[in-house]
C-alpha cells in the first residue's frame, strides 16, 4: 500500500545485452523499482542476473534500451559517479587495510574531512556490531563478521541505492539466515533502495518486497512474495518457486474464462483456475501445490479427486512427504504436517487425492515469456 505512493526511482525500458554481437544474454529487461524498496533479481544461474547489475553499476555498457535513477538516464554516466553502493559474494575487502580502514576508504576517496570520517566508521562499525573489530584485518574475521564489513563498506558513504549479488552465497545456512534479518533490519532503518540478486529462492520470498523472476533473459514475473507464491503467472514460475506438482492434461473447455474443465493424461476430469491458457490451447499443464492435496481418509467433498497409487512416504520433521503414483505413471507429491492424522500407508495401495479449484492452476505449455513483450 505503502509503495504505491512512493515515486518510481529506478527503471529499466526494454534494455538488451549481447557480450559476442549474436545471442541476446538480457533480451528484453523492463523493471520499475521504487524509492526505498527491496527488489530481488531471482533466476537459475546463467540467465543474466549478474548481468543486469553490471550495467547499473556502469562496469558494462547496455547494448540497446535505457536505464534512469530518478527520472534520468544514467548510461552515460561514469560508474564511479553514479553514487551507488555494491556487495558481492567474495566480500572484496582489503586485505592489507584494517577493518576501520576498509570502512573509511569510500569516505576517503569521496574527500571527506579526517575528523567526520573517523566518527562516521565508528558510527557503522556500532551498526554492524563490530565496534572492537576497527583494528582487525579481514583474515582475522570470519566469514560472517567479513561480510557486514562489506555491508558496512557499501553503505557508509550513504548510497540511494545499492546492489547486492549473492552477498550470502558463500555462508552456511545459519549464518545466511542471520545476515538475512542484519540486511533487511538495515534496510529498514536507513532506507535505500535495493537490488539483490539470488539464485535462493526462500531468501528471495524472505527479503524482498518484490521479486522479479528472471529467466533466459526475460523477466517471467515481477510480483510481491506472496502473489508469486499464491498466483503464478506461468509455468516456469510455477515450478520455479516453491515446489508444485505439474501435470500434463488436455482442454475441455473455458480457456479463455477463469475457470476451465480439463482432462489429465489418465483421463480423470478435473477443474481448475485459468493460469494463463488462451482459446488457441489444446494442452495445458496443471499445477497443484504438495501442500494443497489431501489424501482423502473420509468423506469430506473436495472439487477435484483422483485415484493415485502410493509409493512412499519420507518423514522430514515438521512434516511428512508422501510420494504417489498415477495410472498413467506420473508421479505426484503430497505434503502434510507430521501431526497425528499423517496416515500411512502400504506400498501399491490404492489411495484418493482430493484437491479444490481454487488451490489449482491450468498454464498454457507455451506459457513460459521467452520473446520478452
Ligand atoms: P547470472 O548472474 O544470472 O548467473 P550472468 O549475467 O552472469 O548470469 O550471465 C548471463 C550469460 O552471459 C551467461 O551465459 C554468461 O556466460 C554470459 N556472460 C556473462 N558475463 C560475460 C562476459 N563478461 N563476457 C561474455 N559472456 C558473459
Ligand atoms: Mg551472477
Redesign the pocket.
Known amino acids: 500500500m505503502e509503495q504505491e505512493d512512493k515515486e518510481e526511482f529506478l527503471r529499466f525500458a526494454n534494455v538488451k545485452k549481447t557480450?559476442?554481437q549474436k545471442a541476446l544474454?538480457v533480451k528484453d529487461f523492463s523493471l520499475d523499482v521504487k524509492q526505498g524498496e527491496f527488489v530481488t533479481l531471482l533466476?537459475p544461474?546463467?540467465?543474466?542476473?549478474?548481468?543486469v547489475l553490471m550495467m547499473l553499476a556502469g562496469f558494462e555498457n547496455v547494448t540497446s534500451g535505457s536505464i534512469t535513477v530518478a527520472g534520468k538516464p544514467i548510461t552515460n554516466t561514469a560508474p564511479y559517479k553514479r553514487n551507488i553502493g555494491m556487495v558481492f559474494q567474495n566480500y572484496a575487502l582489503f586485505p592489507h587495510l584494517t577493518v576501520a580502514q576498509n570502512l573509511a576508504y569510500p569516505l576517503t576517496v569521496r574527500k571527506m574531512p579526517k575528523s567526520q570520517i573517523k566518527e562516521k566508521v565508528a558510527q557503522y562499525l556500532k551498526l554492524i556490531e563490530l565496534s572492537q573489530f576497527g583494528d582487525r584485518h579481514p583474515g582475522q574475521l570470519s566469514g560472517g563478521q567479513r561480510q557486514r564489513v562489506a555491508l558496512a563498506r557499501a553503505l557508509i558513504f550513504e548510497p540511494t541505492l545499492v546492489l547486492m549479488d549473492e552477498p550470502l552465497g558463500a555462508l552456511d545456512k545459519k549464518l545466511r539466515e542471520q545476515m538475512q534479518f542484519e540486511i533487511t533490519r538495515l534496510h529498514q532503518k536507513l532506507g535505500f533502495t535495493v537490488i539483490y540478486?539470488t539464485h535462493d529462492q526462500v531468501e528471495a520470498l524472505t527479503m524482498s518486497s518484490r521479486i522479479a523472476v528472471f529467466n533466459e533473459g526475460v523477466v517471467q514475473q515481477y510480483a510481491p512474495p506472496d502473489d508469486l507464491y499464491e498466483r503464478p503467472a506461468n509455468a516456469f514460475v510455477a515450478n520455479f518457486i516453491g515446489e508444485n506438482n505439474l501435470i500434463s492434461a488436455q482442454l475441455s473447455k473455458g480457456a479463455g474464462t477463469d475457470t476451465i474443465d480439463a482432462s489429465l493424461d489418465c483421463g480423470t476430469p478435473l477443474q481448475a483456475r485459468n493460469g494463463n491458457c488462451s482459446t488457441s490451447d489444446t494442452q495445458c499443464i496443471i499445477s497443484v501445490r504438495p501442500e494443497k492435496l489431501v489424501i482423502k481418509t473420509d468423506n469430506q467433498p473436495y472439487d477435484n479427486q483422483i485415484a493415485a497409487k502410493f509409493i512412499t512416504r519420507h518423514y522430514v520433521g515438521d512434516f511428512i512427504r508422501y510420494y504417489f503414483q498415477l495410472s498413467d505413471g506420473s508421479n505426484i507429491t503430497v505434503k502434510t504436517l507430521n501431526d497425528t492424522k499423517a496416515p500411512d500407508f502400504t506400498e501399491g495401495q490404492e489411495t484418493v487425492l482430493a484437491w479444490m479449484t481454487n488451490d489449482c492452476f491450468a498454464f498454457s505449455t507455451h506459457s513460459s515469456r521467452d520473446q520478452g513483450e
Open positions: 557480450y559476442d544474454v533466476g544461474s546463467g540467465s543474466g542476473k549478474t548481468t540478486v
